[in-house]
């Protein structure tokens, strides 16, 4: 079965220079979106990754990258809003490139959608309450 799943790739300092997101496709034929990417050789790196494809192939794809060292977790664990912090004022929807964060004109209320996330922090930096947190 096909699906789309947003994972966090935390890579150690020796496999940081290694072409292993490629092994992705190659071996497993899986499709990925790079979101977002802070990587360097001889450092540790970081990638949000956006993986299409067989469900049993993103398994045997994100098994292959733990076996190399690599930490993954799931999108959802990486960026949070915490409500009781949040007094909707707005300023994280201004920033926010995907639209994960909006303003409901109904009632005047951000909410966030973490399907839509990129986890790009944007929204972490400019919150004047601290009530988007990225979870490290």
Do not use: W
């Not at 789309?4 to 790739?9: A, D, E, G, I, S």
């Amino acid at each position: 079965m096909n699906q789309t799943r947003k994972v966090v790739l935390r890579f150690p300092q020796d496999t940081a220079d290694r072409p292993l997101v490629c092994e992705l496709a190659l071996r497993f034929g899986l499709v990925f979106n790079i979101l977002r990417a802070s990587i360097s050789p001889h450092r540790e790196g970081l990638m949000v990754l956006e993986l299409f494809g067989d469900t049993g192939k993103q398994e045997m794809g994100l098994h292959f990258l733990r076996d190399k060292g690599v930490e993954i977790e799931d999108l959802s664990q990486d960026i949070r809003k915490n409500d009781n912090r949040c007094f909707h004022c707005g300023a994280c929807v201004g920033v926010c490139p995907s639209g994960a964060l909006y303003v409901d004109r109904q009632d005047y209320r951000v909410y966030f959608d973490e399907n839509r996330c990129i986890a790009c922090e944007f929204c972490v930096q400019c919150c004047p309450t601290h009530a988007m947190e990225a979870l490290i």
